[in-house]
Nanobody, 116 residues
Framework: QVQLVESGGGLVQPGGSLRLSCVAS????????MGWYRQAPGKQRELVAA???????NYADSVKGRFTISTDNGKITVYLQMNSLNPEDTAVYYC??????????WGQGTQVTVSS
């Protein structure tokens, strides 16, 4: 089993920044892929950013140039640096870890609210 715990969400004004963190524990491997998803009220969960075990990254078009995904060397923690936030970024953000077996693990989610 894998446990993922997110932190760093909160209320921020438009144009502000937040940094999300997700710490993994349990049966994790350095070859796991990791990512961040978000779900806004009334919308489907969508991919925000992903990073493979080799460090290749992928971003949703809506966040390119504003968000940056990264990990620590041990691939235990994944971060999402979010800059130039706007109200459309308001959502619950979920950490994801995908293992080579194809199994997905999810965090409990952290709320990000962008509002003046």
């Amino acid at each position: 089993q894998v446990q993922l715990v997110e932190s760093g969400g909160g209320l921020v004004q438009p144009g502000g920044s937040l940094r999300l963190s997700c710490v993994a524990s349990g049966r994790i491997f350095v070859i796991d892929d990791m990512g961040w998803y978000r779900q806004a009220p009334g919308k489907q969960r969508e991919l925000v950013a992903a990073i493979t075990s080799r460090g290749a990254t992928n971003y949703a078009d809506s966040v390119k140039g504003r968000f940056t995904i990264s990990t620590d060397n041990g691939k235990i923690t994944v971060y999402l640096q979010m800059n130039s936030l706007n109200p459309e970024d308001t959502a619950v953000y979920y950490c994801n870890r995908r293992q080579i077996t194809g199994r997905d693990y999810w965090g409990q989610g952290t709320q990000v609210t962008v509002s003046s």
